[in-house]
């Protein structure tokens, strides 16, 4: 069974593609924009991290054989204090486009440090993005010419994250919701130039606990059940989250999703708003067994070890989530904004992003291969809030699941050549623990390469 | 025959001509000569069509199959009478039936001149328009605005246009030089890049359409304008590199100075259509008979921005938001 989960990607692409040439072929072999496109490359990311140190004690009664050596009392912490470099991403990116009538994007991590999910347990190879489109889909904040829409099918992002991003890291919003692609089928209709709307049925992303830094944490991993363990990644000070989908899941119940928008453009596209509301509705499952880790997701997480420490509030298995996001763009100034009010089994949180960005061309110095270095420099702020409405457990090892936060990202981000790009930022998170506000911050300079 | 013709013209016009009258060609060139490469005169052509076609360019999309004949405007197809207020330019040009005959010496705006070009007429006194172009209400340069005259269609002493002329835009610090090209049909424009870096320029005009794809430093692409019209040109790789050339179907043609002062000689008497075009503005146009009494002064809101909206050569904007759809 598990093979043929890992295989479904596989598959499906295979019949979408044969789908999609024997349905694109015939399609006007005349017009100048039904020439196949294939583009195949990589992006690679280095980082230079440094984390600042933080332990907050927990009040689960771990046995002393599953505590670390020499310690009494559980405790969250930072994932891996200090400073270090690694080699975070390189993926394979592949895109097959006929026009408007077709698009195949496939997107293969080989190394993905920063998303492995939800563990350093995590698969090595993931297939990050795969999708088949049939029909025209327009950026955000890009009117569409007339009446059209698309089918989209696989593995995708869904449609309010903001993929023109402008810090390596994320926000906690986008950390909490919509941070992870989702498997199932979407559909969008242009109605006119402005308005549109969008529908999905997926399989919904398993809920579970990261750290809302680059590393995601280690919790519930393999060495955890040797006695005394000594992992080598820390848990992390995590929160709940939408965490990557394992596969095709016939067995939960699928998710349902719709937005409707507004999209407007001066003639030259220089100054654009978008404007989102969107909403999904779907249900928990009992649990959800994920790759790298022994705990299980969705309410199994919610109901704590043994499922004997759950939320006070902790009601029913419906999850509903709704949201409004904005998106501006005024010349070289980029603006987005995101709201999200959701409901997991009767525990209500709410989130606010906020993030501003300005370019700045730089003059013409210096060269490389005809192209010039150090061609804009790109400061970017972000303000980022958490709001989780309901109690912790009057035991649990995982109390930073209900902390409200608040986070201030600011960075620098500097193209060097078309495709190579040093980004950076400063994360700065302040939290409200049972002890007063306390923070986990972050330095993350990240090397961009994307030829 | 055509020889001897040159040289009779040669000879009236040292009888004729005074000191203190500027030499007057056909295709005076205020503040453009420096670009100017033009091929031996005895290559001109005469005008192939009498109207000025000079539509509006839509910069914000790529050229289309049915651009290729595009509808001319109302302005300069049906230009508006004298007395009537054209647009909302000022002008204090007086009529010229009110003025007092001057002393030739003292007409500032209506020089007699001769044709010392060996190419023009030889056997006509040539009049000159002079004047001043003032912009207001905005942050622009004069000397960007084109002044052209186009004489009545059927006019007998319809001039000959220069063809198969060179002429260059220059790239450099990712600025395109000059910014305003004023040129005939037939003319070829050469797109040097005296940058490090690439570049690929392109425009959607409607009748001078053309992308020279992506070249690199020390080329020199070409382009020939064969139509007239409005050619907006951009570089499909930086947002803020633009030029215009503005084809028209004359030989009589100038830029102002940085001072807005302007003159067109060697003009032939008669019925006309005297244009001023920035791009910054509306092009005002004004029906006029030369000999004219005084000079024109002209002021023309700056009513568009220097960097006029575009997208890219696929129509889509240069926003960075599409860089990277996927990620």
């Known amino acids: 069974m598990k093979d043929a989960i890992r295989s479904f990607p596989i598959r499906l692409g295979l019949v979408s593609l044969t789908i999609a040439m024997a349905s694109a072929g ?41 505590l670390p050596p020499g310690e009494s009392q559980g ?7 200090g400073r270090h470099f690694e080699l975070s991403l390189v ?68 449609f309010e994250r903001q993929e023109d991003r402008h810090l390596e890291s994320y926000g906690l919003v986008s950390t909490a919701f919509n941070r992870f692609e989702d498997l199932g089928i979407e559909l969008g209709f242009d109605l006119g130039a402005n308005f549109y709307v969008k529908a999905s049925l997926t399989q919904g992303n398993p809920l579970f606990m990261r750290d809302p830094n680059a590393l995601a944490g280690d919790n519930g991993t393999e060495v955890l059940l040797r006695p005394n363990p000594e992992p080598a990644l820390n848990t992390g000070i995590p929160i709940l989250y939408d965490a990557e989908i394992e596969g095709l899941d016939f067995d939960g ?61 902790l009601s029913g298995n419906d999850r509903e989530e709704y949201g409004i996001n904005a998106r501006a763009y005024i010349g070289d100034i980029s603006l987005f904004a995101q709201y999200v009010d959701q409901e997991i089994a009767s525990l209500p949180r709410s989130g606010f992003e906020l993030e501003a960005a300005w370019t ?8 490389y291969d005809g192209r010039q270095l150090f061609s804009a420099i790109q400061p970017a702020v972000r303000y980022s809030r958490l709001d989780n409405d309901f109690a912790n457990p009057e035991i649990t090892p995982f109390p930073s699941g209900a902390w409200d936060w608040e986070r201030y990202d600011i960075g620098l981000r500097l193209t060097i050549l078309p495709g190579l790009d040093l980004t950076a930022e400063y994360a700065d998170n302040r939290f409200e623990t049972a002890g007063g506000e306390a923070g986990n911050d972050e330095w993350l300079v990240t090397l961009r390469w994307r030829p | 025959m055509r020889m001897t013709l040159i040289l009779a013209a040669a000879l009236i016009t040292a009888a004729c001509t005074t000191p203190q009258r500027q030499p007057a060609e056909p295709t005076p060139r205020t ?29 914000t999309r790529p050229p289309r199959p049915d651009d290729a004949e595009p509808e001319r405007p109302a302005e300069t197809a049906t230009p508006p009478a004298p007395s009537e207020p054209i647009e909302s330019a000022a002008e204090t040009e007086a009529p010229a039936a009110s003025q007092p005959e001057p002393a030739p010496d003292m007409k500032a705006g209506v020089q007699e001149s001769i044709e010392s070009d060996p190419q023009a007429r030889p056997e006509r006194n040539r009049l000159a328009i002079s004047g001043r172009l003032m912009l207001s209400g905005g942050d622009a340069e004069t ?46 424009v050469r797109f040097p890049n005296d940058d490090p870096i690439l570049h690929n320029l392109f425009s959607v005009s409607p009748e001078n359409g053309f992308d020279l794809g992506v070249y690199g430093p020390g080329e020199s692409p070409a382009v020939e304008f064969e139509r007239p019209g409005v050619v907006n040109i951009y570089c499909n790789v930086h947002h803020d590199m633009h030029a215009h050339v503005l084809v028209v179907d004359t ?18 008497p008669g019925p006309g259509v005297l244009h001023v075009w920035h791009r910054q503005s509306e092009r005002w146009s004004r029906p006029i008979e030369l000999p004219l009494a005084a000079p024109i002064d002209v002021t023309l809101p700056v009513t568009k921005p220097k960097l006029p909206p575009h997208r890219d050569k696929s129509g889509l904007p240069y926003n960075r938001r599409d860089r990277d759809p996927y990620r």
């Open chain 1, 26 to 66: 015939p399609v006007a072999a005349d017009e100048p924009s039904s020439e196949w496109e294939i583009d195949i490359g990589f992006e690679t990311r280095m980082n230079f991290r440094d984390s600042d140190r933080n332990r907050f004690p927990v009040n689960f009664p771990f046995t002393p054989e599953m």
């Open chain 1, 253 to 313: 119940e699928p998710e349902f999703g719709a937005a409707a928008g507004y999209r407007f453009a001066d003639p030259s596209g220089q100054r654009a708003f978008d404007l989102m509301l969107f909403g999904y509705r779907g249900e928990l499952e009992e649990t959800v067994s994920l790759k790298g880790t022994f705990y299980g997701g969705d309410l199994d997480l919610l109901r704590g070890p043994a499922n004997a420490f759950p939320y006070p509030e």
């Open chain 2, 143 to 188: 000397s960007e605005a084109v002044v052209y005259f186009l004489p009545d269609a059927g006019a007998a002493d319809r001039p000959q246009v220069q063809a198969r002329e060179i002429r260059e835009i220059v790239t450099r610090d990712k600025t395109l030089s000059p910014t305003v090209l004023a040129v005939s049909p037939g003319t070829q």
């Open chain 1, 75 to 81: 405790a969250i912490e930072t994932v891996e204090p």
């Open chain 1, 360 to 367: 700045f061309d730089l003059p013409l110095v210096w060269s």
């Open chain 2, 251 to 268: 030989a009589w043609h100038t830029s102002p100075d940085s001072e807005g002062r302007f003159e067109l000689a060697g003009l032939p």
């Open chain 1, 91 to 158: 993926s394979l990116i592949a895109n097959i486009e006929r026009g408007d009538h077709f698009a195949a994007h496939t997107r293969i991590d080989f190394i993905d440090r920063h998303d492995r999910n939800p563990t350093s347990g995590d698969r090595r190879v993931d297939i990050d993005q795969f999708w088949l489109r049939w029909g025209r889909e327009f950026v955000p904040a890009l009117p569409a010419e007339g009446f059209g829409g698309y089918v989209k099918l696989g593995k995708f992002a869904k």
């Open chain 2, 31 to 59: 503040g453009e000569d420096s670009a100017s490469t033009a091929e031996p005169a005895d290559e001109r052509s005469a005008p192939e069509t009498a109207d000025p076609v000079e539509p509006a360019e839509d910069e």
